[in-house]
């Protein structure tokens, strides 16, 4: 299970619902972001999912113009066939700090791009993790959500597609540095998008919190699976 919150300017439009596109004869499904055309979180028929957080590592100065929106680098990794080797061959020059979590079938990676050097970290995918994007958070709140989120996960309790993202609701008390966000600086949670990978299928639902609306698809994927007998 895949889960994002999206946080944008409130002056920023929002998002178009998501819809399923083919991009060099592989079928996608992602929200289309209005500014760009890009998004923040895609899957595909191959089985791959990617998440896009603005930054990498701490928050940098934006140095706009840039020669291509990050979120249009998230589709590009969906036109690759090892989309790894992509990541590692692909010219970021005069591109926007970012983090990219890539889930491919049985692996997952974080992806990060400083402004001026590549990282590559893998990650169990049976591990649970949370990201906060370092441009919105500073180090203390990133640590707070951490253990929030280290209490979700050890509560006891199954943890089921509707549960993360009731978690990915909840703490709405601070509207500041919570997980939906409601900033007096225009900041706020737009939506949160959950992709659920189920053996030949991927379960992809978006919440659009500023308009009220839920939109739920299925993808069926078409990833070679290994029967053992």
């Not at 999912?49 to 291509?68: D, E, S």
């Not at 889930?103 to 995918?125: A, I, M, S």
């Amino acid at each position: 299970m895949i889960t994002s919150n999206r946080d944008e300017h409130a002056g920023r439009a929002n998002a178009a619902a998501p819809e399923f596109q083919l991009q060099k004869n592989k079928k996608i499904i992602f929200p289309k972001d209005a500014k760009a055309g890009g998004t923040w979180f895609v899957a595909g028929e191959n089985g791959m999912v990617a998440v896009l957080l603005n930054g990498a590592f701490k928050t940098h100065i934006a140095k706009p113009p840039y020669r291509k929106s990050r979120g249009l680098i998230l589709l590009d990794f969906f036109e690759a066939d090892t989309p790894l080797v992509f990541f590692k061959e692909m010219d970021l020059h005069n591109i926007e700090p970012f983090t990219i979590i890539l889930y491919q079938t049985k692996t997952l990676h974080e992806l990060r791009w400083d402004g001026n050097c590549k990282y590559e970290k893998p990650l169990n995918p049976s591990g649970n993790y949370i990201w906060s994007s370092a441009t919105l958070y500073t180090a203390d709140v990133i640590e707070l959500r951490e253990d929030l989120f280290d209490r979700f996960i050890h509560a006891g309790k199954k943890i089921t597609a509707d549960l993360v993202r009731e978690f990915h609701a909840g703490h709405n008390n601070d509207q500041e540095n919570g997980f939906v966000i409601n900033r007096q600086t225009g900041m706020k949670t737009f939506s949160i998008t959950q992709a659920t990978v189920n053996t030949g299928r991927i379960d992809f639902l978006h919440n659009d919190l500023l308009q009220h609306r839920i939109s739920a698809e299925t993808l069926l994927t078409n990833q070679l699976q290994t029967v053992h007998r």
